[in-house]
């Protein structure tokens, strides 16, 4: 297997294994937010992508388009599509060899894709709370030309530090906004889960 279809293995089943450990979290959450399936969705979704035989591929980019196509495959509603597009955008281009103003780039791609297809802004109490940040992040860490490691340390504070801002939030996108300024006090469910993505990232690709 090369190093870049390895790297994306081992974030792949460290996803799936830490959202199998926190789906009743996520589920709790999404049941004061929504419908209280984000946990179970999240948990398919990576499970699936787990059981793809990724070991002929070539590079990082093509595991990842097929972890995305999993997603958007095998979950449904809200989360399936927008996660699917995040990771398919990102793997769209993903480099040979990452270093931190391509993750940059890539990152700020998912971004776009995610905004493209959910209409969500930042500040309307969704995942886009927690990539937005890690983006900039990672932009910042690029022009000061921090190290992989480094640079996706910071990013990951920055996505967790995102979601928790969403407590603040009313939402104004997904079920959520059902609720509207009622949703105010409780954490994003899809905020937690780019935490929890981008944390794993920063001990499995660098
Ligand atoms: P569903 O709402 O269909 O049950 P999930 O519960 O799996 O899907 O996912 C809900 C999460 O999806 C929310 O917490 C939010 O972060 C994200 N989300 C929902 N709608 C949007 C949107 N339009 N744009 C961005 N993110 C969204
Ligand atoms: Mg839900
Ligand atoms: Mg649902």
């Known amino acids: 297997m090369t ?3 390895a790297a994306v293995t081992r974030w792949l089943r460290a996803c799936a294994d830490e959202f199998d450990a926190r789906r009743e ?4 959450l999404d049941r004061l937010l929504g419908d209280g399936d984000h946990g179970t969705n999240m948990c398919r979704g990576f499970i699936a992508a787990q059981t793809l035989d990724l070991s002929e591929l070539v590079t990082g980019a093509e595991a990842l388009r097929q972890v995305g196509m999993a997603l958007v495959s095998n979950v449904g509603g809200a ?3 927008l996660f699917g597009t995040y990771l398919l955008r990102i793997g769209a281009v ?3 060899h990452p270093t931190t103003r391509a993750v940059a780039m890539a990152t700020r791609q998912g971004l776009d894709g995610v905004m493209a297809r959910g209409k969500a802004s930042v500040g309307d109490k969704t995942m886009v709370d927690a990539i937005a940040p890690a983006a900039d992040s990672l932009d910042l860490s690029a022009r000061d030309g921090e ?5 996706l340390e910071k990013a990951a504070d920055a996505a967790e530090a995102g979601a928790l801002a969403t407590v603040g939030m009313a939402a104004r996108r997904g079920r959520a ?6 949703s105010v006090g409780v954490i994003d469910p899809g905020a ?11 001990q499995s690709l660098s």
């Open 3 to 5: 190093d870049g279809v």
């Open 25 to 28: 979290e996520l589920d709790a």
């Open 79 to 81: 989360s399936g599509p």
């Open 94 to 96: 993903w480099p040979l």
């Open 147 to 151: 190290d992989l490691a480094v640079a």
């Open 177 to 182: 906004h059902l609720l509207a300024g009622e």
């Open 192 to 202: 937690v889960s780019v935490g929890i993505i981008a944390r794993i990232a920063a």
